[in-house]
Structures are given as structure tokens and as C-alpha cells.
DNA sequence: TATATTAAGGATAAAATATGTCCCTAATTA
DNA sequence: TAATTAGGGACATATTTTATCCTTAATATA
């Protein structure tokens, strides 16, 4: 169970995108060669982001993506998944019920059963820790940790 | 970012062989009957769960698995990475490195950078939790769930 | 001893998903 | 008018998941 690269580029788009200036649109070329990814493959992500209001897009000279909230209203498992899906990480089957035992009045699907419940809860726990991190403290993070001339010139390369 | 049916196939099957008596083998064949899964497939998830020490199997007349450990003593997680693999579900391939603004000595894969970081604090959140919640506690569920009548059969279709 | 049963595991194939490319359209800027 | 760009549809390739088949060696039992 591993997640697809597309989630890791949109995570690094979207605070590479968090970091710049709101008012300039970047390109998917733009963000493709700076992260150096393929540049198709990633505008289907950038869609996806798009589709999900985390960022807007627009057409023309001049145009590209852009964040569409403040970094600090945008979590992790929004951007997750944006590109991932909304589905859980366990797909109970209920292959309980296929207990040739069983007599269709016990097939009763009202209840959900201990061992999906555990994975629930150990999914749920994976999307709390995303659901509480947000762009805005990976900002701040890379802010911290990243020198401060890299980090100009990577801005410069971008805008420019 | 969906786990392998498998998964739940060895799950079910662990918990049917935790509430069986210690001494007695089931062969694969009957784990797959009771629970409505392919036998071969499911063969290939019981020698995962062998291998990694968590049931033994015996061949010949009277063969098949058993527990290996006691109930209290394995963990979901143990099960899950038994079949699906000790990966993180998050593979970082460190794309900010793919920067052109960088040159090389700035490329020291001796950091994690932050988003991987949140990633793999998400990923081990989900681990606590199985590793956290043993396979005794979903028997105990079973047990409290399901009327006694049809642990019953279950059990003497199981063993017979 | 002979036979049936079984795990272990290799080889192969089909299905599903992930990854990647190409191309067309409409909007926008210069 | 021309260049640029997101949005998407169609398609192609690679990888993973799911599944089947077969051989081998071990074991129980008749």
C-alpha cells in the first residue's frame, strides 16, 4: 500500500506555489521543471488540485496555477486527497458473510465488524495527523530549514 | 492507496485460527471454503504469514496451519506487513533535490525534508495502531459479537 | 508399502491501476 | 493575429494485484 508519486508532487507544488506571491500564476511547465517532473503527468495532478478548489488555474500568457486559500486553512489531506481519492485505505469485503454456516437472517450488513473496525481506526489516525499538519507549517518548516539564498534564487528561477 | 484483499483474507484467517484449538492443523483449502476466497491465492498469503512466523504449516494427511504464537503476543501490524510488505506507504523520492537552482553540494540526503516527514509521522500513526491493537483483542470481539450458536458450527464445520 | 493429502514455491496469465504521452479546444494576453 | 495556457479526452506503457496451474517433498493412514 503505497501512495502514487503524483500526491509527493503535489505536495511540493503546493507549497512551492504557498511560498510565492499570490497574485502571480505559474505554469505547469514552470512547476514541472523546477521539481522535474513530466510536465503532462503533473498537469493531471495540478487538475486535481484545481477540481478540489486548492488551487485555480487560468488560460492564457501570463497564466497557470495559483493557491486559491491561505497555506494555514490548506491541510495535508486535502492536498492527499485531492489526488489520491477519499477512499478509506481498507475495502472491508465482509467476507464474514461468506461463512457457508451462516443463514441469510445472520447476514445482517448493520454492523461492522472488529476486524474492518481496527483498520478504520488505524486509517483514521493516518488521515488525523494529515488532517492537522498544514501547508502553512511546511512553509514554515522549509522557511526554517532551507537557506535563505537558495531560496531566493529558486523563487527568481520560478518568477522569472 | 488501497490495501490488498489479501489482507483482510489474512486477518480473517488469523482470527478463525486463534479461536481453534492449538493442537489441530487446518489446511488451506478449508480457511479458503469458510471464507469464500480463492485457494491457491490465499495459499500464497498463509506461506507470507508462515514465513513470517505467525502460523506453521505441516504437510501430509492432517496438515495445514496452526497459530504459531499466542493470540496476545502478535499484533495486527505483524499481520498486515506479513503480507503486504514492510514498506512506508509513502516512498519519498526526493524531488526537491531535482531543484536546477541547486548545485551539488546542496544535495545532502542526509535531511528528511519536511513534507516527507509529516508523510511518514501520518504512516507511523497508522502503524501504532495495529501494532498497538493484538489479534487477541479482535477474538474477544468475535466472542462478545457473534451469538455462541454460530461460533459453534463455525467451529465444527471448521474441524470436521 | 502404497496412496492420498498437504505446504512450499515456481511459472504463467489476466485484470486492474499507475504512469506517461499526445492532441484538441477555448480562453487569455500581448 | 499569434503565442500561451488550463482543461480534458484518448491512448500507450509499466507495474502491481489477483488468480491459476504445476511440481516437489513431506506426512499420515490404510
Not at 39 to 46: G, I, N, T, W
Not at 80 to 87: L, S, T
Request: hydrophobic share 40%; aromatic share 6%.
Amino acid at each position: 500500500m503505497i501512495l502514487g508519486n503524483q500526491v509527493e508532487w503535489a505536495l511540493h507544488c503546493m507549497t512551492t506555489l504557498a511560498r510565492l506571491p499570490r497574485d502571480r500564476y505559474i505554469p505547469t511547465k514552470v512547476l514541472a521543471e523546477f521539481h522535474g517532473v513530466p510536465k503532462e503527468y503533473l498537469s493531471k495532478a495540478m487538475q486535481a488540485l484545481a477540481s478540489a478548489g486548492l488551487v485555480d488555474g487560468t488560460l492564457g500568457p501570463k497564466g497557470g496555477y495559483r493557491i486559491a486559500k491561505e497555506a494555514n486553512k490548506i491541510s495535508l489531506l486535502e492536498i492527499v486527497e485531492a489526488v489520491e481519492g477519499k477512499k478509506k485505505t481498507f475495502n472491508c469485503q465482509e467476507i464474514r458473510f461468506n461463512n457457508p454456516c451462516l443463514k441469510k437472517e445472520h447476514k445482517k450488513k448493520d454492523s461492522v465488524c472488529s476486524i474492518a473496525s481496527a483498520m478504520f481506526q488505524a486509517d483514521e489516525a493516518w488521515r488525523l495527523v494529515l488532517r492537522t499538519r498544514k501547508l502553512s507549517d511546511i512553509v514554515q518548516d522549509v522557511t526554517d530549514s532551507v537557506p535563505e539564498e537558495i531560496l531566493k534564487i529558486s523563487d527568481d528561477w520560478i518568477l522569472s
